[in-house]
Every structure is written in structure tokens, then in C-alpha cells.
């Protein structure tokens, strides 16, 4: 893709992973996942990870309970316009 073709809660497939941009900078995009989460729970010598499906209520924001990702100008070229059948 590029840059031009994005639009703010639009999604888009990058690295295997499902997108939805939340923000168009000049030269970078920002945006949360929308297929799942991962989710890493920290204690005294133990790390769990735990991977969650997410829903629409989820997604709602700004702002997000996610954390927002940047993808630069060498990510963007990667990226794939989902459509509707997707």
C-alpha cells in the first residue's frame, strides 16, 4: 500500500496480523490489532502470556485499551487493503 491509500478505521492486513489504523502522520501510520491480543501477565519469576480474540467493544476508542503500533514507511509498503470479504 501507500501511505495516500489509508483512512482512518480502515483496516488493513500487515506481517500475518490484522489492522485497523487509527492514525495518519505525515510519514507513519498508527494502528491497533484487531484479530488478537497478546496479553502478558508478570509476577515474582513467572511471565504467562495469554492470547485473547478481540470484539468490537474491544476496539472502541480513542482512546484504546490497546496499544497502538506505528508502522513506518518500510512497514507500509508490506501492508494489504482488507475489503469487505476478507
Keep these: 500500500?501507500?501511505?495516500?491509500?489509508f483512512v482512518i478505521g480502515q483496516e488493513f492486513k500487515c506481517a500475518e496480523r490484522r489492522?485497523?489504523?487509527t492514525?495518519?502522520?505525515c510519514r507513519v501510520i498508527v494502528a491497533i490489532p484487531v484479530d488478537y491480543a497478546e496479553i502478558s501477565t508478570f509476577s515474582e519469576n513467572k511471565t504467562q502470556k495469554e492470547r485473547r480474540v478481540l470484539t468490537e467493544k474491544d476496539l472502541s476508542g480513542p482512546p484504546y485499551w490497546l496499544a497502538e503500533s506505528v508502522f513506518?514507511?518500510?512497514?507500509?509498503?508490506?501492508c494489504?487493503?482488507?475489503?469487505?470479504?476478507?
Design 80 to 86: 494489504e487493503l482488507l475489503t469487505q470479504t476478507d
Design 23 to 25: 492514525d495518519i502522520g
Design 1 to 5: 500500500m501507500n501511505h495516500n491509500e
Design 72 to 78: 513506518d514507511e518500510d512497514d507500509i509498503i508490506s
Design 19 to 21: 489492522w485497523r489504523c
